[in-house]
């Protein structure tokens, strides 16, 4: 079962971006898994310069999953947000610092009371270089959490796989129902940018 149909005649509710088509040539993607995806998504299309985002399912091995299907555990897939954005408005790492601060990379397959592989913590790459600004992010926050006393981080950094859009019902969901259920819970630790930078270029 695909949405593809459903979805092509849908703009994104905040940006009035087409969810599918083509995007301008110098926008960017990226892809993060950090729990519930419906309020994973509102803290990325809150931020300015990300241009699109879009719920979906990935990192798995069911072709075409539905919402069921992913929240029995046994595809493999987790609840990801894709987005696109406009590097000349907000790097790759200002994502990297809303992925970190706005969810709890350190709980395995689950985020507060969300359990289960899909729920998992996780950053697909799409290149060299975002796997290089995601390992050295990762570096630098995980000494950040134990300066606090918290656990080892337990997100994944993998490859980006084939992305799966999820329902229309879900994309944009907390503009539709803007009191609607967000299971985030961020550890209240700060990336420190800086750092990640000269971790980068040492």
Known sequence: ???????SSLNHKVTAVPLLGDKPEHW??????????????RRFWELEGVKCTAVGYTGGTKDHPTYEEVCTGTTGHAEAVLLWFDPKEVSYLDLLAVFWQ??????GMRQGNDVGSQYRSAIYVMNDS???AAMASKQVYEQALK???RDSIT???TPAARFYYAEPVHQQYLVTHPYGYCGLQSTGVALDQTRVMGALKG
């Open 1 to 7: 079962m695909t949405f593809s149909t459903q979805l």
């Open 28 to 41: 960017q993607q990226a892809c993060f898994a950090m729990g519930c995806f419906w309020g994973a998504e």
């Open 102 to 107: 706005e969810h709890d990379p350190t709980q």
């Open 130 to 132: 975002q796997k290089e």
């Open 147 to 149: 300066g606090v006393g």
């Open 155 to 157: 997100t994944e950094i």
